[in-house]
């Protein structure tokens, strides 16, 4: 059974600090979504990682794609309260395909002034 | 340009009837595909649709049906609604298999009484 794994489920920040949320999973993919959700809102994109190696940065985060580790992180750079949010890293199977994600459980980020 | 676009936003149904989703993707996206979203469950994989064929079917009962019209806009259906189908049903539209990530819409809340 594929697997996506985030930790941590929960995290809370002060302002100016730096944190990196994980996202482990347990099929071969060489693809892996970022999705950002407020609440009660739909997902937005953050960032496609296509390969290995992939880093891209928007802002304040950065993700990053390991495929030999099965592993992504998003990376935060001093948060700000607009961060706060729920972040879900999604994997698609099958591989290169875009026909389905499987999802993290999520990542609540609750940033503190 | 507009997003992907759901209706109804919200819906109220009684244990027993049936319901229809629909979804219009972004102009020019042919492939489609459908979540639910629960505290309990997280995101979960229905179905995707490309050029009006079904390419995946998630682990749904036989309860959960869509389609794709010629448009491209989707349509999901669920009979016999059970107090468990309540949930946030999003759409996801995509330009070329996932290379450009998806797209989601609003969703649509539907609560089963």
């Known amino acids: 059974e594929l697997k996506v794994e985030q930790n941590p489920l929960f995290l809370s920040m002060q302002e100016g600090k730096n944190y990196t949320i994980y996202c482990n999973y347990s099929?071969?993919?060489?693809?892996l979504y970022w999705y950002r959700q407020d609440p009660g809102k739909s997902l937005e994109s953050l960032f496609v990682?296509?390969?290995?190696?992939a880093v891209k940065q928007e802002g304040r985060l950065m993700a990053s794609l390991d495929t030999k580790a099965r592993l992504s992180t998003l990376h935060i750079t001093a948060a700000v309260h607009d961060l706060s949010a729920t972040y879900f890293c999604?994997?698609?199977?099958?591989?290169?395909?875009?026909?389905?994600?499987?999802f993290g459980t999520g990542t609540s980020l609750t940033v503190i002034p | 340009k507009a997003g992907v676009t759901q209706t109804p936003r919200y819906l109220i149904k009684t244990r027993g009837q049936q319901v229809t989703l629909s979804c219009s993707p972004i102009?020019?996206?042919?492939?489609v595909s459908w979540y639910q979203q629960t505290p309990g469950q997280g995101l979960q994989f229905l179905f995707e649709?490309?050029?009006?064929?079904?390419?995946n079917k998630g682990n749904f009962p036989g309860r959960f049906s869509g389609r794709q019209f010629s448009n491209s806009r989707s349509e999901m259906n669920v009979s016999t609604l059970e107090l468990g189908d309540s949930a946030l049903y999003l759409c996801?539209?995509?330009?070329?298999?996932?290379?450009?990530?998806?797209?989601f819409g609003s969703g649509t809340r539907l609560t089963v009484v």
């Open positions: 996801a539209s995509s330009l070329v298999d996932g290379l450009l990530g998806y797209t």
């Open positions: 099929t071969t993919s060489d693809r």
């Open positions: 990682l296509l390969s290995n190696g």
């Open positions: 999604a994997v698609e199977f099958p591989p290169n395909t875009g026909n389905q994600f499987y």
């Open positions: 102009s020019g996206h042919r492939s």
């Open positions: 649709y490309f050029s009006e064929t079904q390419r």
